[in-house]
């Protein structure tokens, strides 16, 4: 009798042995879950400093490659600018030169228009012209070429309306009817513009 009486006793702290062993089986697990949790949190809240340090290397460096490029591309620009303005030198070197002669072939062109009286006048008109021919020559062989404006459409390129006359039959409207001062080009620039009267 005393063995059935201890048997009941004995299944019944077996039961409550495996319940305390799945509550801390439990216990345990919700732990280690939290302890999970808790370290997956860690590591994303947590930033590597040698990470970011490196983030901001490397946005300084493409700073600096960007302000290079900048830099190069302006040296560029300006290397050319500079062999353009260099070849334009180049191209009208001498224009001053010429400009500053363009009063002499005008006076030289006065002289010629005077009337000769007399021998000696002749003579020297005669010296007048060889001077103005060679110096035409000499401009000519610098690109110096007088402006055709007389009896030409206007082109303010090149020439300088001083004064309007009436259209008529033999000068239509925007025609030079009269040159007043030739105009002169050196190349392709225009040296000094031609004085015109101009129809309208």
Do not use: C, W
Not at 18 to 47: E, G, I, L, P, R
Not at 59 to 78: F, H, S
Not at 88 to 94: E, H, L, Q, R
């Amino acid at each position: 009798m005393k063995s059935l009486a201890k048997e009941p006793t004995s299944s019944a702290a077996t039961d409550e042995e495996k319940v305390s062993a799945a509550s801390q089986a439990a216990t345990s697990t919700a732990d280690d879950a939290a302890k999970t949790t808790a370290d997956d949190q860690q590591a994303t809240t947590d930033v590597d400093p040698r990470d970011a340090q490196i983030a901001d290397l490397q946005k300084q460096l493409d700073a600096k490659d960007d302000q290079l490029l900048r830099t190069q591309a302006e040296l560029v620009n300006m290397q050319n600018r500079f062999k353009k303005e260099q070849a334009a030198i180049i191209k009208y070197d001498g224009q001053t030169l010429a400009k500053d002669v363009l009063p002499v072939l005008d006076n030289l062109e006065r002289a010629l228009a005077a009337e000769a009286s007399d021998e000696a006048a002749s003579q020297l008109k005669k010296g007048v012209e060889m001077v103005y021919g060679h110096l035409q020559e000499a401009l000519k062989k610098n690109n110096v070429t007088e402006v055709k404006a007389a009896g030409e459409k206007f082109d303010p390129n090149v020439a300088q309306a001083v004064q309007t006359v009436p259209a008529d039959d033999d000068h239509p409207a925007d025609t030079v009817v009269q040159v007043l001062q030739k105009g002169y080009l050196f190349k392709d620039r225009t040296l000094r513009p031609a004085m015109v009267i101009v129809a309208q």
